[in-house]
């Protein structure tokens, strides 16, 4: 007995000893200059692979840490990083405030970045993430958004619903097509500045993230540094001129802070003949601190916003002005240009959040979120007289009438001397359309031609809250609930009737095939031959409900060696349609309430990071889910009826990805090889057929794909002033199966089909598969200096399912020609891009600044790299020939530049 209370009196000696050789590392970090605390920042003990970050006041600690010499290494997003060497000699060792330098590029004079994708629109195309949403220290990220952004490139191919954005903890995307309105927020640069970036599957603190990734936007008034900005901004982009105003307080003694921001952007004419902008932004946000535990913010933002656009036209037509930046939409006025196709857009929102610090260890962190508003465009509508779009494809040289195979040559000769003559030929006659109108007037008839709205308005409520629990120093429990109410009103407005007397809500073509039944013409059998003034709905008139409920929780667990993540997801989701209308071709099924649809989904999904040292690093990430269709997916023509797809169900998606990373001060590096598989997908195109006079619809079930590919990104420091960067993109996605398509037309002239569509091993389009970027960042007392060399190829055309079917090829023998001619999927040319900034800071008696930055995107000046574009979905069945209906394009914008000009106190 003696011999064991020895040897426990030893044990518990050696023990205390063993402890007594532990102790912790604590300190603050602030920034340089402005005392303002670092959140978020990392500190890193190198050779023992440990690290923490720091909390919302700037402070850290590290526990068990063995008495030594050390060298710390502290970083943080936009700031310098630097190490620090100190030894632990007690129990507790304290740095002094540690102060971090903002980097000079991001402290002083960020560019403003204005990605030419989001300002060039089309219905049919995807927003494409923009450059001002990546700040992440990853450079592939970073050169992702910003570089290959405008050039349409989509990081990994993913479509835009799986990518998100957060505003303060809530989910922004449009709930009815997954995407992102970067549009509600433009031209608030300063004030949508403070972000969060977290990669693909990583976990995250306020939501079940994107497998895009997500980033998280926060506009708590606390989180500003106290400050008065003002900038000028010059561009031969979309837009010529922005003002920014930007005004925050800080936080002050009293527990309040505010900080106010409006912008203005506008231009006559922007890079595209044409097309014009007028934009204003405002936001608020106001918040007032409860002692330690308690704080309350409200964030009140908009952005009205008119622009006219330009559209994706014919090859020819380009060829014949001679510019690949043609825009079909605009014609002359009496002296003026007026486009016909104007985007229009204010969906304000209101955002509260209330965070509830329970204790060191526990945060809840709860958000209310209402938006309301409206958006749409608007297009020419005409009855009973010639199609007035110059660029229609009976109105070119190339047009073959049914009775030739081609115009003859003095014919041909004729229109292309009026196309490249006449200004009335190329664009808009609007003068003529406006005489055509008077005389139907005398006539008492009415108008031929409108400009008609397609608008859409919104209302969504969202209730999110998320707690955050530290459990011990080694794992952090995350969960939260996620609520969305949505509901949008679509429908038609006559917005000008150019001088004509009236309009009558009828469907022209109907009338047309069908004569004598006048009831099938109706627009709405409740109001017939409805007589329609200037500012009345007509058309089609419904609305979508949408109820959204998530759940979801995470464990992160951190270890010396290794760090690793599990995170699940239940979603419950509800849509269905209610029509106001009682459409004369489906008098059953389109007034009033559908079905309900729902569905429930899952997700999970998990990670780990294995820490070679305080350097190398090894990171696996994977995840399986199930997701419900996408309202835009699913009902097949909500314009006119409540039929929805053909056995409609859920997508799944699976996938994985594994990491190399090295951090050292002089090297970040990046390399990332990803697999994700996509089943059960659904997709609808609607389009109209001037052939059989009316709409038809495309609807595809069954659709699988495959997204792989390597992502490589390294940033060496090579001097200490100069870094040279390289980032590849090398993907493979293609579509694995022969989806069922089923053709319909609105007007129920031809009978619905469903075949098979022949896209096996077709690559995805609409995105470049391959892009690499490379170049040097300078940086010396004050002054920056980029330079990048871009390059994208593999992006392939937007395909019509019409021509992979069957019927397409039908009469064919066995090697003719023409098969591969119809079938082949069409790639876009590939591109090249020099560009490159050049910024200057200058610091006026530690308070004032100024700061001066010229980009300059394109420097070759390069036109021929085309960007985006589709396939017209109608095709020749009886001759076969794919030249009787061209494809569309759009092409990168050649040599532009952006300054700004900004002055803070």
């Not at 913010?297 to 090859?315: C, E, H, M």
């Not at 016909?340 to 958000?367: C, D, G, Q, Y």
């Not at 990803?674 to 089943?679: H, S």
């Not at 792989?708 to 200490?720: D, R």
Request: net charge neutral; aromatic share 16%; proline share 3%.
């Amino acid at each position: 007995m003696k011999r064991f209370l020895s040897l426990l009196g030893l044990f518990l000696f050696l023990f205390s000893f063993v402890n007594a050789q532990n102790g912790k590392v604590t300190g603050k970090i602030i920034e340089s200059g402005t005392g303002k605390a670092v959140s978020k920042a990392t500190i890193t003990i190198t050779s023992l692979n440990l690290s923490t970050v720091t909390d919302s006041l700037g402070s850290f600690e590290i526990k068990n840490v063995p008495y030594g010499k050390y060298t710390a290494t502290v970083s943080g997003e936009n700031y310098e990083s630097v190490e620090k060497t100190f030894e632990l000699s007690a129990e507790t060792f304290s740095f002094s405030p540690f102060e971090l330098k903002k980097k000079a590029a991001e402290s002083e004079s960020l560019p403003e970045i204005s990605t030419i994708i989001l300002d060039q629109d089309d219905e049919n195309k995807d927003q494409n993430i923009s450059g001002l949403l990546h700040s992440s220290e990853d450079i592939f990220t970073s050169t992702a958004g910003y570089t290959f952004g405008s050039l349409s490139f989509r990081p990994r191919g993913y479509d835009a619903d799986n990518r998100g954005v957060l505003i303060n903890g809530t989910d922004v995307s449009d709930a009815e097509n997954g995407r992102i309105n970067f549009s509600d927020w433009g031209g608030l640069n300063d004030a949508m500045r403070n972000k969060q970036i977290y990669m693909y599957y990583d976990p995250t603190p306020l939501s079940y993230s994107n497998i895009g990734g997500v980033t998280n936007i926060d506009t708590r008034a606390s989180n500003y540094r106290k400050q008065i900005k003002l900038s000028y901004s010059l561009s031969n982009r979309t837009y010529q001129n922005r003002i920014q105003l930007t005004y925050s307080t800080g936080l002050m003694k009293n527990g309040w802070a505010f900080t106010v921001s409006g912008s203005r952007r506008w231009a006559q004419e922007g890079y595209v003949d044409g097309t014009w902008y007028d934009a204003w932004a405002y936001f608020l946000a106001v918040e007032k601190k409860f002692g330690k535990n308690h704080s309350l913010a409200l964030t009140v933002f908009g952005a009205p916003t008119k622009r006219g656009t330009q559209s994706a036209t014919f090859q020819e037509a380009y060829d014949l002005t001679g510019s690949n930046y043609y825009n079909p939409n605009w014609g002359y006025q009496n002296g003026e240009k007026r486009n016909a196709r104007v985007r229009s857009n204010n969906e304000p929102e209101f955002i509260l959040n209330h965070i509830w610090t329970i204790n060191e260890k526990t945060k809840l962190n709860t958000a209310v979120n209402y938006s309301f508003g409206t958006n749409g465009w608007t297009s020419l509508n005409w009855y009973n007289a010639p199609d007035p779009r110059p660029d229609y494809y009976r109105y070119l040289p190339s047009y073959k009438p049914d009775y030739v195979n081609h115009l003859d040559e003095y014919t041909q000769q004729l229109i292309t001397n009026q196309w490249q003559n006449d200004v009335n030929t190329r664009q808009v006659n609007w003068d003529k359309l406006y005489a055509i109108n008077r005389l139907s007037n005398g006539e008492g008839q009415q108008a031929r031609y409108i400009v008609e709205r397609n608008e859409t308005k919104t209302s969504q409520f969202i209730f999110n809250t998320a707690l955050n629990k530290e459990v011990n120093e080694h794992i952090t429990a995350t969960g939260g609930v996620n609520f969305k109410l949505y509901k949008a009103s679509h429908y038609k407005i006559l917005e000008d009737l150019l001088g004509g007397g009236y309009w009558v809500n009828i469907d022209q073509y109907n009338e047309q095939d069908f004569p004598g039944d006048s009831a099938s013409a109706q627009l709405d059998l409740n109001n017939p031959n409805q007589v329609i003034n200037k500012g009345d709905k007509f058309g089609y008139n419904y609305d979508v409900n949408m109820n959204n409920l998530n759940l979801w929780g995470q464990g992160a667990f951190t270890y010396n060696k290794v760090d690793f993540y599990v995170a699940a997801s239940l979603t419950g989701t509800e849509f269905w349609r209610t029509g106001y209308y009682k459409n004369g071709r489906h008098p059953n099924n389109s007034y009033g309430k559908s079905s309900i649809y729902q569905y429930f989904n899952y997700g999970i999904r998990g990670g780990v990071t294995y820490k070679i040292s305080g350097r190398h690093f090894l990171k696996a990430s994977g995840f399986y889910e199930t997701k419900a269709p996408l309202f835009s997916n699913s009902f097949v023509s909500p314009r006119t009826r409540n039929d929805v797809a053909k056995d409609l169900t859920s997508e799944k998606s699976y996938g994985g990805d594994a990491s190399y990373i090295i951090r050292y001060p002089w090297l970040s590096l990046r390399a990332t090889y990803y697999y994700t598989r996509f089943l059960d997908g659904t997709a609808i195109i609607s389009y109209y057929d001037d052939v059989l006079r009316t709409y038809v619809n495309n609807v595809s079930t069954g659709i699988d794909r495959t997204h792989q590919g390597v992502e490589f990104g390294a940033e060496v420091k090579a001097t200490k002033w100069m870094s040279v960067i390289g980032v590849a993109a090398i993907g493979n996605y293609i579509f694995t199966s022969r989806p069922i398509t089923t053709v319909s037309a609105d007007n129920g002239t031809i009978p619905d089909s469903t075949g098979i569509t022949y896209i096996k091993n077709f690559y995805v389009p609409s995105t470049p598969q391959t892009a690499l970027s490379g170049g040097f960042k300078f940086n010396y007392k004050y002054w920056f200096f980029d330079i990048n060399a871009n390059y994208c190829d593999n992006n392939w055309l937007s395909f019509t399912p019409e021509r992979r079917t069957e019927a397409a090829i039908s009469g064919l023998g066995p090697g003719d020609p023409k098969i591969a001619e119809i079938t082949q999927e069409t790639k876009l040319k590939s591109g090249f891009t020099l560009d490159a900034s050049l910024g200057k800071s200058i610091r006026i008696k530690y308070k004032y600044f100024i700061n001066i930055n010229l980009s300059v995107t394109n420097i070759l000046n390069s036109k021929e790299i085309q960007t985006w574009g589709y396939e017209q979905n109608r095709f020749d069945f009886i001759n076969k020939d794919v030249s009787t209906f061209p494809p569309k394009y759009l092409y990168y914008y050649g040599r532009t530049f952006f300054l700004n000009i900004g002055f803070r106190i």
